[in-house]
């Protein structure tokens, strides 16, 4: 009769650490070291092993109290009161400029986690970020995000000048790539295919002299291929 409350606290314990476990970022625990493929919601992401010449347009969320003090994806402790960043494929360390394309605002952040992995989302800023480009009301806005020591030529504007392409796909056989560049030749759609730094046969619509002028055809894209974005040319 003495084991019974003994019993039931130990399936009290196991049940409460069960649910703890089930509240947390599941992309931050254990983290996802350097460039290795990683899959989460059964999507595998490539990061990149360079930065270089990297631009692309988005949504911009943020993540803040329900993770301060956790471990993020490069093994730091999350501090929402840094300015930092995390993003899905950028080497862990980069520096980027990101750009409220609503208001004009501009910070630098250092990526140091991974997400967000929402599909038309690029970029998840810590509260301290969000706070600075006045995201933390609205929850998102349209960014752009440049790695610095890429790609400048920026114009009073905001836009940048060069050569810019619509990213559409990425593949590791290249027999795959090859096929989008024939169906996308056979719309009338200027396709290249180039092997990135992540390992992959890319695919990219171009080029546009301009980034405004990339952006408007993501737009069109996008409804083909969700997991478009913008690139500037190396």
């Keep these: 009769m003495t084991l019974r409350p003994f019993l039931l606290c130990i399936i009290a314990l196991l049940c409460s650490a069960l649910l703890s476990g089930c509240g947390s970022r599941s992309w931050h ?4 070291p350097g460039s290795r493929p990683y899959t989460v919601r059964g999507k595998t992401y490539y990061p990149l092993k360079s ?6 347009e988005g ?6 109290p329900g993770f301060h003090g956790k471990t993020t994806a490069n093994g730091e402790t999350y501090n929402q009161y840094a300015m930092t960043a995390a993003h899905k494929i950028l080497p862990l360390g980069t520096q980027v ?3 409220h394309l609503g208001n004009g605002r501009s910070i630098i952040v250092r990526i140091n986690d991974r997400g967000p992995f929402v599909d038309d989302r690029v970029i998840d800023l810590s509260r301290a970020a969000a706070s600075r ?5 609205p929850g998102t806005a349209r960014v752009r995000v440049q790695s610095l020591g890429g790609v400048d030529r920026m114009q009073e504007n905001g836009d940048l000048t060069g050569a810019f392409y619509v990213q559409v796909g990425a593949f ?8 989008l560049i024939s169906i996308l030749s056979q719309s009338g759609n200027k396709g290249r295919l180039v092997y990135g730094s ?6 990219q619509v171009g080029p546009w002299p301009d980034s405004f002028g990339a952006q408007r055809q993501l737009d069109v894209f996008r409804g083909m291929y969700p997991g478009a974005f913008v690139v500037g040319d190396n």
């Design 29 to 32: 625990k254990g983290g996802v």
């Design 51 to 56: 930065a270089k010449g990297f631009v692309e």
């Design 59 to 64: 949504t911009a969320s943020w993540y803040g």
């Design 97 to 99: 400029r990101v750009t």
């Design 133 to 137: 480009l006045n995201v933390l009301g």
């Design 172 to 179: 590791a056989d290249r027999i795959n790539a090859d096929n």
């Design 198 to 203: 992540n390992n992959m046969w890319n695919v």
